[in-house]
């Protein structure tokens, strides 16, 4: 049985993270298919699946694999396209489904959506041009939403509520994975830098070291860190008193993380060197690794399980539905 993905489901995906997948940029020409898909390519009862969709989202696949120095195949476009057409079966079939079942999606909804999405964005017009991107209008974008939301009701309706998550089956899927659920030591620090011009040579560099060492006297004696990083530091964090934030060894570069992870909390370094300048750093925070508990994770696992009996649950009921439908398919 093949994968079955709601388009916009992958759009919704994209959208939340734009900077996930390069996409091809709207300017740029698509390159032309190596099969010919004909004007109608599947019926659904009474139902229409025109290629325009079909043949949007091939091509987008076609260069995606192109990017990668995977050029497809005649063979390999024909099953893609394939995949497409069964896909867009099974989100037709729950489509018409959720219309029997009285399902509405009012325009007032539709747009409601749509702006919960352009939230997403800076702009409108950063919005559209991802659209472009992804060689979809505004209008057509309408379209897929609204068929996501007829799909989303008629799941929430007659599958969502056919699935339960025994406590049982959470434990479980804990025991079997606790890798998953551990995590490093972490540590939060801040950071002064201050930067030296190799041109003026070992004079220049000895004049900012003594000035750091005025800096690093008046903390000693009890001058608030951030407030010094916040005036004598030229790290870009400098207005945040110069904090990095918690981070795991592996996070951060061996200069910082090296020491940060064998000082103590409140604890503040000797001036050392890196190619960016003179640093002093000052452990403000740690949080042990280890294993997180059951408890702590029960409900992300229930959700998890109960997504993915969903996925499947779904699966089934479009091939429930497929066994009572007249499809026809032209390719």
């Known amino acids: 049985m093949k994968r079955f993905i709601p388009l916009v489901f992958i759009f919704s995906v994209f959208f939340s993270n734009p900077t ?66 069964e896909d867009e079966i099974g989100r037709t079939l729950l489509v018409l489904k959720a219309k029997e079942s009285g399902v509405k999606v009012s325009e007032k909804m539709l747009l409601a959506r749509l702006k919960e999405v352009k939230s997403k964005f800076k702009s409108d017009s950063i919005f559209e041009h991802r659209l472009a991107d992804r060689g979809m209008t505004v209008d057509q974008y309408k379209q897929e939403l609204e068929i996501d939301m007829y799909m989303d009701q008629i799941i929430k309706k007659e599958i969502e509520p056919k699935i339960k998550v025994a406590e049982k089956d959470s434990r479980d899927y804990y025991n079997k994975n606790k890798k998953k659920f551990e995590s490093p030591e972490k540590v939060r620090a801040s950071i002064m830098l201050l930067k030296f011009n190799p041109s003026k040579g070992k004079a220049g560099e000895q004049a900012v070291l003594k000035k750091f060492e005025s800096v690093l006297d008046q903390v000693k004696n009890g001058s608030d860190f951030g407030a010094m990083a916040q005036q004598h530091s030229q790290d870009s ?95």
């Open 20 to 85: 996930s997948v390069t996409w091809a940029h709207s300017g740029h020409k698509h390159d032309a298919l190596k099969i010919k898909l004909p004007e109608v390519v599947a019926k659904v009862n009474d139902h229409d699946i025109k290629r325009d969709l079909i043949t949007r989202e091939l091509k987008k696949a076609v260069e995606q694999y192109k990017k990668r120095g995977m050029a497809l195949t005649v063979d390999q476009e024909k099953s893609a396209a394939k995949t497409l057409i």
């Open 237 to 331: 964090l400098a207005s945040k008193g110069g904090d990095l934030g918690f981070f795991t060894q592996k996070q951060m570069l061996p200069a910082f993380s090296n020491r940060a992870f064998k000082m103590k909390v409140g604890e503040v370094s000797e001036i050392f060197r890196t190619g960016h300048g003179f640093h002093v750093l000052k452990v403000t925070d740690k949080k042990p690794g280890g294993l997180s508990p059951f408890e702590a994770e029960k409900a992300k696992i229930e959700k998890f399980l109960t997504n993915k009996k969903i996925s499947q649950a779904t699966r089934d009921y479009i091939e429930t539905l497929k066994k009572q439908a007249k499809i026809k398919t032209y390719f």
